[in-house]
């Protein structure tokens, strides 16, 4: 039987992009101690707050510049933070990987604009800039383009709790869905993208907005021959844990980056645009 | 890694070339992405086929193997699938049997089932993209023009898809909101191909091609589809109104076609897309479980 | 021929007087007799061949016309018939022409043994003969299945032939004949034509331009006729007996189905974002909320119970 589990499981989400807490760990600081040893180097900890305030402010306040819908938003992120998987910041700046990634997800996502109208609204940026960086982030990707998130998972709750609880009326249940959306969203800053499913992720969303509906629904809903409430349960805490993340504050981020940019002088690569792309 | 020996074939959007792997010296396809001088950068018929193509495994559905740069170009590595179903229909020396028949809608069916199964919409079935493994197995090709299916009536999608002989009436008539039921139609009329032998409603323009599907299958009525008359195109052809055949008709038509394969047909050729049966249905039908069974893929005729 | 065959060495009646007189023999013994003589001798039930020193037990169910002059050829052939029933593998059954060849050649040592051989040598051939029948038993009788179809199969494609070809022929009969009133009605129109006041040039070319077109819708019909696909003859009987062989149990889906869901989904459902559904053109194209909303139910479950820290945990690390 290829039940819908089965399914999920033959996704290259979970296939390519699925890690237990360690091997992500692990995945996460690879990049940058692949770069060589030099002083103005940024380390490990310097590098994941910039890439995490790139992933949720500056990708937020692009998609709202071109207002872009979240199903966008989610998958840019998840397209950036999946590059620095593979690269380090000082190799490729994020200030450029960034629209591309975005430019890149609203193809994805039938949502498509031309590099002209994008770049005209986007500061000091050349539709070269994007397109030359454009493959190499499609072959990061390992050419993998679909991202599951869990906004529709979460419309599905939505849209059963109101049958399966009697003790919420349904403006309350609008209320709780619409919170949840964001936080799902904005979830892909965090970690819970590999280390849960989508519906794992919408549950946790809905026990973080509103517990006792999500532990009253799941009772209601989930406790039967088949599965294991507790091991549920258990598991839909674990992720909501990780569902948020502590951003670093805008003096961190300044510092940073003007750290990055001497990185860049003093190396003497003159910019991201130029530098070379690995093909193979 | 990948040698390209010949060049087979040659699309809009991209040249297929017979080659190897150069460690297995498997033969494969390779579909080299024409560079289209697109100014928007990589083509989105070539980003739709990696990545609908990297989620499914099915052995009905096309396995993409590998994909590659070389020049600045993308290629990718598929299974190598010498001949194709409209190779076959065409080719008059090759009789095809009930059976036979039954045996390819039946992997045509699901192939398509296992798209909707993870809400992809094929969107151009067609006998030419229907590929056949030498063991005889048949598999869906080319989602150049596959998306995942709209669950909010705000997506929008475009109705110039499917290859026109092949595309649904609310197609044809401009809905920007369908389903899985246009790959269905696709596939009836596929059947229907399958046993005349000749494209069943073959049009030279889109406009004629509305035209020939009243005239074959009746023009519908608000009546009967509730909506159609808000569909941007269908008041041009609402008259002459044609009358739908009758089962007689259809029978004389389809004249070696059994009651239970006409049955079939006809339920995926329904012009409301809400009545036509989904591709579960479809899968039930009673023409599977009745004699014929299906012929053994590995015994299914192959081109002359 | 000669006398043998004008009078009954039973009954002795001579063909002068029954002109009519049939001849028939027995594969017991081949020994021959005349219609009347059966008749009158094993009616009542088995009786001894009336021949002198022959005396075996024969059944009248079992007399026939003698075809072969030659009694040897005849024994030979009545042989042959029933040993083929027998051995009737086909030759698609065998994996090389060589194994193919053996078997031929397997049989006719076994006819010849039974026909014309020693009364040892006929034992002990019909002894392997009856042991090979017990053992394929099975076979046998779908060989025989198999070929009945297909000699079916043959006749139907035979009579679809020639029912075609008759077809061919009657149009062409159409076609000359319609040809030949064309002709004589473009002689007519141009007549008219100079009657009416045009010049010869002018009608004769206006009536041929009338019968070009003509001559063309014709060559049109006839040759949709031509084109018309024939009704496929359909392997039917066999495709079933082969079908019945051994086969697993036919599922269409092959495994690829969600059998239950945790969810049952209701008639109807608040949902802001389905406001758009009720709208005809959107309704029209097959789009309903039902039916996205069941997708939004389903991809809910979807993932539910896969544990990726858990099945991870073996994968190799990256």
Known sequence: MVTDADLYRRSSQYQKWSFTKDQLAELLAKPNRNVPPHELALTVQEEQQLILYYAAEQVKSVCQQFKLPSQVRATAISFFRKFYMRYSVMEYHPKLILPTCVFFAAKAENAFMSITTFCDSLAKTEPSQILDLEFLLFKTLEFTATVHNGLRPLHGFFLDMQTVLDTFDRTELCSIHDKAKSLIVDSFVSDVCFLYTPTQIALAALMEVNELAATQYMAQSMDGPNTSLDRLLTLIHGCRQQLVVNLPSQEEVKGISKKLSRYYKDTGSEGPATKKQRTN | MYTKDKKVGEGTFAIVYVGRQAETDRKVAVKMIKVNEFKNGLDMTAIREIKFLQEMRHPNVIELLDVFVADGNINLVLEFLPSDLEMLIRDRSVVFSEADMKSWLLMMLRGVHHCHRNFVLHRDLKPNNMLLAPDGQLKIADFGLARAMALTPYERMTPTVVTRWYRAPELLMGARHYTGAVDVWSLGIIFAELMLRVPYLAGQTDEEQLEITFKALGTPLPSQWKGVDALPEYRKFSTPRHPAPTRQQLQELFSAASDAALDLMCSMIIMDPIKRVTTDEALLAAYFRDAPAPTRTTELPKKS | ?318
């Open chain 3, 1 to 318: 021929m000669g006398d043998a065959d004008d009078m009954c060495p039973i009954c002795r009646s001579s063909r002068y007087l029954n002109p009519d007189m049939k001849f028939l023999v027995n594969p017991e013994c081949y020994h021959k007799m005349c219609e009347s003589c059966v008749d009158r001798i094993f009616s009542v039930g088995p009786a001894p061949c009336p021949y002198v020193g022959c005396g075996k037990t024969l059944r009248k169910g079992r007399f026939k016309t003698q075809v072969f002059d030659d009694l040897k050829v005849e024994r030979e052939v009545d042989v042959r018939q029933r040993i083929v029933k027998i051995f009737n593998r086909r030759e698609d059954a065998f994996d090389t022409e060589a194994e193919y060849n053996d078997y031929l050649e397997e049989i006719e040592g076994l006819i010849f043994a039974i026909a014309q051989g020693s009364a040892a040598e006929r034992e002990e051939a019909e002894q392997r003969v009856s042991e090979y029948e017990k053992l394929h038993k099975q076979e046998i009788i779908q060989n025989a299945l198999q070929q009945k179809q297909d000699d079916v199969y043959a006749e139907e494609q035979a009579a679809s032939d020639a029912e075609h070809q008759r077809r061919l022929r009657l149009l062409a009969i159409e076609l000359q004949q319609q040809e030949a009133e064309l002709a004589a009605q473009q002689e007519k129109e141009t007549i008219e034509a100079l009657e009416a006041g045009k010049t010869s040039e002018q009608a004769v070319r206006e009536a041929r331009e009338r019968a070009q077109l003509r001559a063309e819708q014709l060559r049109q019909q006839f040759e949709l006729e031509l084109s018309r696909p024939r009704r496929a003859i359909t392997r039917k009987g066999a495709a079933a007996a082969h079908a019945s062989a051994a086969r697993t149990p036919f599922t269409p889906f092959v495994g690829d189905r969600q059998m239950e869901y945790l969810f049952r989904q209701a008639e109807e459902y608040l949902d802001p974002t389905m406001e758009r559904a009720n709208e005809p053109a959107v309704r029209a194209g097959g789009f309903t909320a039902a039916l996205a909303q069941q997708e939004a139910l389903k991809l809910a479950f979807m993932s539910l119970e896969v544990d990726i820290q858990t099945e991870k945990a073996t994968a190799i690390a990256v």
